[in-house]
């Protein structure tokens, strides 16, 4: 795979963030929380941005797409969790 197809791929999650807000918009997606499901969007594009940068990392280090990809969700999954469990533990949710 060349690498400017890697960069798209890396792209990808972020490049469908207009798509997805979209779709929570016009009721397509439907979390159940009525205005408040358009918030969704927040931890998508967080996660979009760890995912993107992780990647890009990873591909200036000329890693296989197998790899990258995975190292990659892995990374962006953990930096979300782990900015959700901050955000608990400071009280900036409103959650105590």
């Known amino acids: 795979m060349k690498i400017y197809q890697q960069v798209l791929l890396a792209l990808l999650p972020l490049g469908l963030t207009p798509l997805i807000f979209q779709f929570i918009v016009y009721g397509y997606i439907d979390f159940g929380a009525g205005e408040k499901d358009m918030a969704m ?6 996660w979009s941005l760890f995912f993107l940068i992780t990647g890009l990392v990873l591909i200036y280090r000329r890693w296989r797409p197998q790899k990258w990809l995975v190292a990659a969700l892995f990374a ?4 979300l969790l782990m ?12 959650l105590s």
């Open 41 to 46: 969007i927040v931890p998508w594009i967080v």
């Open 76 to 79: 962006a999954t953990v930096g």
């Open 83 to 94: 900015i959700g469990v901050l955000a608990h533990l400071t009280g900036i949710l409103g």
